[in-house]
């Protein structure tokens, strides 16, 4: 039966490479099977236009109102914390397990060819719950696409959003609440396909602005449930996390006793930002834009409340001198196992503020900036943590990895 209404449960959003640009072994033959987003609470997006009223000598009313910049799409959604898995398939740097080789979380955004992706957001016109089917991973084999595709996908609408980049990051750590992530991005285009099979993949050509397709596939995929031994990371559905399987530490270079110090033991909130403002590049003759490059230098901004129990202690001589560096880790972990890691390394002491109120503890305020150097693995913003995949068993030694 056909819903009159669209809520959260008919909802779902995925997510791939524009067509030109394949990631990893999504594009898998002849099809490109989509990644889904775990988690999802909230999903916004709108459309806007600049135009520019155009006068003359001799006219009181303006004689035309001409377009001065391309269509923007925007989007922002808030998902769980979920071991890194969005944060993989949003392009974002999560390899980050030894000091030697890691890079900072937003480097790959300095490479056009992991910059951007489309986006899609499914709608099961239906009225049932998208993920009313799980399937076990030996449902899933090389046999593309009939079984990998979700088997209800004719019912689902598609609406797709172009040449989607990131322009912001940010994650809450609060106690009492489950640990979110949130993520903005601009894009370039949307269409929408009115079934979710038998689609080509499209891609928007900046030049002319039309939305063209590969001549491959789009597959939306079943939803893969993790109780096989072919997952390399088996041990629950979903990794979501609340103030007990959290731990955070923070140390500081160097070490002096005179100066400002804080137990961990009473923060109550921790906050990351990371701003990814872009550059638009176009050129004579372009409709659209060419690339919305990243703006640098970047920086990531840490909040940190803590209950004022004699939390605070030392001089405030850190905020005069500025020469004092702050290192942050923050592990997830369940059943003991760590999951996800944030690391921020060589972050400064920008303020420290007090709060006070009838009826409510005083509390802490502490801000921190990190720089981003792109270039220096030492200081930076750093994320690691394991990804959920699956063994193919083709003996080739590659992973396919799932939508679940």
Same mark, same amino acid.
């Given at each position: $039966? ?87 398939? &949003? ?31 499914? /709608?099961?016109? /239906? ?38 980049? *990131? ?17 903005? %991005? ?5 269409? &929408? ?7 080509? *993949? ?84 372009? #409709? ?7 703006? =640098?230098? #970047? ?7 803590? =209950?004022?129990? #004699? ?7 850190? %905020? ?17 196992? &760590?999951? $996800?890691?944030?690391? *921020?390394?060589?972050?400064? %002491?920008? /303020? ?13 305020? $502490?801000?921190?900036?990190?720089? %981003? ?32």
């Amino acid at each position: $039966m056909s819903t009159n209404r669209i809520i959260y449960n008919v909802q779902d959003v995925l997510i791939g490479p524009e067509c030109s640009v394949p990631l990893g072994n999504i594009n898998t033959g002849d099809y490109y099977i989509l990644k889904r987003l775990d988690g999802v609470q909230s999903f916004n997006y709108s459309f806007s236009q600049n135009a520019e009223d155009v006068s003359i000598l001799g006219r009181s009313d303006n004689v035309d109102k001409n377009l001065s910049s391309p269509l923007a799409v925007n989007l922002d959604f808030e998902y769980y914390i979920n071991s890194v898995n969005n944060e993989h398939r &949003l392009g974002f740097n999560t390899r980050n397990q030894n000091q030697s080789t890691r890079s900072n979380f937003i480097s790959n955004f300095t490479d056009q060819t992991k910059d951007y992706r489309n986006f899609y957001l499914v /709608s099961n016109y /239906s009225g049932e719950d998208v993920h009313s089917q799980h399937y076990n991973y030996n449902t899933i084999d090389s046999n593309y696409p009939v079984n990998i595709a979700d088997p209800n996908s004719s019912d689902y609408t598609l609406l797709s959003f172009l040449r989607c980049y *990131a322009t912001n990051y940010s994650s809450s750590i609060t106690v009492g609440e489950i640990a979110t992530a949130s993520v903005s %991005l601009v894009g370039d285009g949307s269409i &929408l396909y009115i079934t979710g099979n038998n689609n080509q *993949a499209p891609f928007l050509d900046p030049k002319t602005l039309e939305v063209k397709t590969s001549g491959k596939e789009l597959v939306v995929p079943k939803k893969v449930v993790s109780n096989s031994p072919n997952y390399t990371d088996a041990n629950s559905y979903y990794n979501f996390f609340n103030q007990g399987e959290i731990n955070l530490a923070i140390t500081r270079t160097p070490e002096e006793e005179n100066l400002l110090k804080f137990e961990t033991n009473d923060v109550q909130s921790v906050n990351v930002s990371i701003d990814l403002s872009r550059e638009n590049v176009s050129y004579l003759g372009y #409709k659209g834009y060419s690339d919305r490059t990243l703006s =640098l230098p #970047k920086t990531a901004e840490l909040s940190v409340e803590l =209950l004022d129990n #004699k939390s605070l202690s030392g001089s405030f001589q850190d %905020l005069k001198t500025g020469d004092y560096d702050y290192n942050f880790s923050i592990d997830f972990t369940k059943t003991g196992e &760590l999951k $996800m890691n944030y690391i *921020a390394s060589g972050a400064k %002491l920008e /303020s420290i503020s007090y709060s006070n109120s009838i009826g409510s503890n005083r509390t802490i305020s $502490m801000d921190f900036s990190v720089r %981003l150097d792109l270039d220096d693995n030492e200081k930076g913003f750093f994320v690691s943590g394991l990804i959920t995949e699956i063994d193919d068993g083709d003996g080739d030694g590659t992973n396919f990895f799932p939508e679940y």
